[in-house]
């Protein structure tokens, strides 16, 4: 895949308080080149932001696909499902691509394993320890229309919407 379409343009990457973060995904019912072109955004806004992870939400588009680029490990997953969330429960600092200049302590489990369909239409699975468990589990949350933010306790949460404004605010400047 080709990393040259979006050099000097805005990201495309929706932020908190886009709707389209908040719907859950709609299933991918057929491969096709509109697929594969949202594939190629997904990716790009991806290595762009250099993130472990993306969404199709996080560009906007309501579909279940996922991207993972996490320790060497590179995968696109369509109409992606959680199997299974095991291990022990471990609290790790995490961000997201949507909620820029924010971070918290989020609980999740230390091994994920996800089935999902690849772009040449293979069905897939992945299991996950440790970033990749996490990366797994935190891309799903966006596919369901959920943030990290919602894993937070009601005043941590509070505390990290007055430091994502103030970062926004920071920004426009």
Do not use: W
């Amino acid at each position: 895949m080709r990393v040259t379409a979006m050099q000097g343009k805005k990201s495309p990457i929706r932020t908190l308080g886009d709707p389209a973060l908040r719907r859950p995904a709609e299933v991918v019912e057929t491969i096709d080149e509109d697929i594969r072109q949202i594939c190629r955004a997904l990716v790009e806004a991806m290595l762009r932001a250099g993130g472990a992870g993306i969404a199709a939400p996080q560009i906007g588009i309501s579909k279940r696909i996922i991207a993972l680029d996490v320790d060497g490990h590179f995968h696109i997953l369509i109409n992606p499902e959680l199997l299974a969330s095991e291990g022990e429960t471990e609290e790790t600092t995490e961000g997201c691509l949507s909620v820029p200049g924010v971070s918290a302590p989020v609980a999740r489990k230390t091994c994920a394993t996800v089935a999902g369909t690849t772009l040449d239409g293979e069905r897939i699975e992945i299991r996950g320890e440790g970033l990749l468990a996490r990366a797994i589990q935190h891309e799903m949350d966006h596919l369901a229309g959920n943030l990290f933010l919602d894993h937070l306790s009601p005043a941590r949460r509070r505390s990290l919407l007055q430091q994502y404004r103030r970062h926004k605010d920071d920004e426009e400047e």
